[in-house]
């Protein structure tokens, strides 16, 4: 049983290294490092930002998905531009398939009036590909009952590919929406030397901060209701996040849906992905979020759910910045 287990598991990741197409990493908390949702994000704080974000999903099932992403980017105010650069890997199944991308991002600020953005951005990176063959189990060995397998002379192989991206994002001090094309050039990420060319991702988000004003509150205790969309389609799949943060230094919280549920792939497979609560604070220059996403799919009993932990820095402000702030200011989430 556990041999026929890992063939099947063997056959999926060469399917999806041949054939199939692959989906890309998500994360949860999407606007803590907003770059890796758009290039159009780079340089939208007035401050050297960088964000670390590690996702653990399905940890109940064997060989499930762990994923990594750090990010950095930079507004320059003599140019009118954003840069960044991101870095994210990424790890599925028994076998371990692995994707690592860098990528270098530019956004030019266009301002269309007072306190009104707009911001296009382009992104090129490189990425590459493997399958630890060595962890699997094939046809030829179940059937020879021997170690060796032909597929083994594919060990140790590797798949590169240029990968190019753009997006745009529009925003005033309350509100924002953008949307964000990734593998614009649709690369060939076959491991086996035939034709997998990976298709594009299109991206749209948006939102909107309502800041809440109390009696006889002071500025620095401010209080927001931060609503946030992200809807991504790849291939024949789509997905949406919905949700809501409150936030109140030094902490904040949120809660939100991932799913389309008028929507199903296979009949009785209703698209409701997870609910996931986050919460998190702000120390300094430093803010930490945690997040868990509960599994509301047939999944539920046997996933474990998921679990995300992000930490973002931001270098302070200067009198320079402070003043630059006031005049720029990007209503994002800040998780």
Request: charged fraction near 20%; hydrophobic fraction near 40%; include cysteine.
């Amino acid at each position: 049983m556990m041999n026929q287990r890992k063939y099947l598991i063997g056959f999926g990741l060469l399917l999806a290294g041949s054939a199939a197409v692959a989906q890309d990493p998500h994360f949860t908390q999407f606007y803590a490092a907003p770059t890796h949702l758009s290039p159009a994000f780079a340089g939208t704080t007035v401050q050297s930002r960088f964000a670390l974000q590690f996702r653990d999903q399905w940890p109940s099932i064997p060989g499930a998905f762990v994923s990594y992403n750090l990010a950095a980017d930079q507004y320059l105010s003599n140019l009118n531009s954003g840069i960044g650069l991101l870095a994210t890997y990424d790890r599925a199944g028994t076998g371990g398939l692995s994707s690592t991308s860098i990528a270098l991002q530019y956004a030019y600020e266009i301002k269309l009036k007072h306190k009104v953005f707009l911001r296009p951005a382009l992104q090129f990176g490189y990425a590459s590909r493997s399958v630890d063959y060595s962890k699997l189990v094939f046809n030829d060995q179940l059937a020879r009952g021997g170690d060796v397998s032909s597929y083994e002379l594919y060990d140790g192989r590797k798949k590169g590919y240029a990968d190019i991206g753009s997006g745009l994002l529009l925003f005033t001090p309350k509100l924002w929406f953008g949307f964000a094309i990734q593998h614009m050039n649709h690369p060939n990420e076959s491991l086996l030397d035939n034709e997998s060319a990976m298709p594009s991702q299109f991206n749209m988000h948006g939102g909107y901060r309502y800041k809440m004003r109390t009696p006889g509150m002071v500025r620095k205790d401010a209080q927001s209701l931060v609503f946030a969309f992200n809807y991504r389609a790849q291939g024949k799949f789509d997905q949406l996040d919905i949700g809501a943060n409150f936030e109140r230094k030094p902490i904040f919280a949120g809660l939100w849906y991932r799913g389309i549920p008028i929507k199903s792939y296979a009949p009785g497979y209703a698209n409701n992905d997870a609910i996931a609560a986050v919460v998190g604070f702000m120390v300094g220059d430093w803010r930490f979020g945690y997040s868990y996403d509960i599994t509301i799919s047939k999944l539920a009993l046997n996933s474990g759910g998921a679990h995300e932990i992000t930490a973002i820095f931001e270098l302070a402000d200067s009198r320079k910045k402070r003043s630059m702030a006031r005049r720029r200011v990007v209503p994002c989430a800040k998780f």
